[in-house]
């Protein structure tokens, strides 16, 4: 039953992290609409939009699609559709030490419901949006959801899944739900959009939202949870952010979505610009990129299985592989030559992500009290860093310095940062039942949370 119960839950996680992305990659075609009327030119009424990129969070956002932002007569909308997509990152990153502090102590459950519930409400505020102001609160409103449902849903996992390798195949499963959330909501959007109007993407997106809440009720309710009475309490975000190990961990995951998060405003201009490419040569850039993601999470998960010690190493390898290949995108020609290095950087970022996202989990184990609200809304401020200067900063830089000056500063901050994680070396050898759950378990249960613990892994 307590299997059964947390493959559910995994469900639920993943579902959450899938809309998450999907819903800011469905309101692509809806800008233009208002961008135009703004204007005074009056909205269009078909999916004329071109492809907008996501950004992450933890435990999740990280897009796989080029950002395509509509062309602005002057630099004023250009800086309010900079913010209106950074706002989302913004409002998480401001938030995430407030939410993790708070699952930390009310629990993984009520937060991800809190955060869907507010996920919800947004996704029923873009679908009736009518001005610039309202597509602004209903994104920064994303933020706030994202900040409680991500991080609340990547903890959960990693309470559930607590022993390896069953930890890293979880949490790479919603690892994949993000990537194929980037890949399939601007189908989705635009031919629902097309055919049956601009509302129905978001009220589906709404149901499924609501589903996902009802489900989570009825697996988890938030108030007939009574191991959280004597869980134990976690340790602060200010002293896991002054953690060595952790710290590095963090810039890893904040370096390594550096070159997606700087490409996806200034891909697009820079191919027009240099190589001629077509409007669907721009928009299917990146959808190659999809399956190396995935490849990256597989081979991450059977490696990390296989050989659990060596996560740092395999961190490592994807910094070098993403480095390398932002190095060769300002050297490609055609449409067919820049796809590979592109699915090179999706391909490291995957290698990066499915390593570290355990390892921060170990860390607390080992390190700190096995409570994961915290170190996790650690882990998506490092992923906000990046999506939030992505959009303001990333054209700006090529403006000032070029496109190929930006990719080589990206591609050698990784390469640099790669040795780094070899400071993980020595602590990623430290076995498991040094985890001070482990420890207690094996002692035999002293209250009501290790004996349910103590419950759930014999079942």
């Known amino acids: 039953e307590a299997r059964r119960q947390r493959r559910l839950l995994l469900v639920v996680v993943c579902v959450a992290l899938l809309l998450d992305n999907m819903l800011y990659m469905v309101i692509v075609p809806i800008i233009p609409d208002y961008i135009a009327a703004m204007r005074g030119a009056g909205g269009s009424t078909g ?31 250009d800086v309010q559709i900079g913010v209106l997509f950074a706002s989302k990152a913004i409002l998480q990153l401001l938030v995430n030490p407030l939410s993790g502090t708070l699952i930390d102590r009310v629990g993984y459950e009520a937060p991800l419901l809190a955060g869907l519930a507010v996920m919800f409400l947004c996704t029923a505020t873009f679908a009736f949006a009518e001005s610039y102001a309202m597509l602004f609160v209903a994104r920064s409103l994303q933020g706030l959801g994202s900040a409680f449902a991500d991080t609340a849903g990547i903890a959960l996992i990693a309470d559930r ?40 993407p978001f009220l589906v997106l709404a149901c499924v939202c609501l589903l996902d809440g009802v489900l989570l009720l009825a697996l988890a309710p938030p108030w007939a949870t009574g191991a959280r009475a004597n869980m134990p309490v976690g340790t602060p975000i200010h002293r896991l952010m002054i953690d060595p190990y952790i ?40 959808l190659p990129a999809f399956f190396p993601h995935v490849l990256g999470v597989y081979v991450t998960v059977r490696l990390a299985a296989a050989y659990p010690h060596l996560q740092w190493f395999y961190g490592a390898l994807g910094m070098a592989i993403i480095g390398a290949s932002s190095c060769l995108v300002p050297a490609c020609r055609n449409f067919g030559q820049v796809i590979i290095p592109l699915c090179g950087i999706c391909f490291g970022i995957a290698l990066v992500d499915t ?30 860093v990046a999506y939030a200067l992505g959009p303001i900063v990333a054209g700006q830089i090529v ?31 430290m076995k498991p039942s040094h985890s001070e759950r482990n420890i207690l378990l094996e002692e035999g249960p002293k209250g009501l949370y290790d004996t349910i613990k103590m419950e759930e892994r014999k079942g």
């Open 355 to 384: 390593a570290l996202l355990p390892t921060l989990a170990f860390l607390v184990d080992v390190r700190h009290v096995s409570v994961y609200g915290s170190v996790y809304a650690i882990a998506d401020i490092s992923y906000c």
């Open 399 to 429: 403006h000032t310095m070029g496109f190929a000056q930006l990719n080589l500063g990206m591609g050698l901050a990784n390469v640099l940062y790669a040795p780094v994680l070899l400071f993980l070396k020595n602590v990623c050898q």
């Open 247 to 286: 710290a590095v961990v963090a810039g890893a995951l904040a370096t390594c979505n550096i070159p997606l998060a700087f490409l996806e405003p200034t891909i697009a201009n820079w191919m027009k610009e240099s190589m001629g490419a077509s409007e669907w040569e721009v928009g299917l850039t990146w």
């Open 47 to 77: 999916p004329s939009a071109p492809a907008v990129g996501n950004d992450s969070s933890g435990g999740g956002n990280r897009s796989i699609l080029p950002a395509r932002y509509p062309p602005a007569t002057g630099g004023n909308e």
């Open 161 to 200: 899944y607590a022993e390896e390798p069953a930890r890293s195949r979880a949490l790479g499963i919603a690892l994949a739900c993000i990537s194929f959330g980037s890949l399939a909501a601007p189908p989705f959007g635009g031919v629902l959009y097309e055919f049956a109007g601009r509302r129905v």
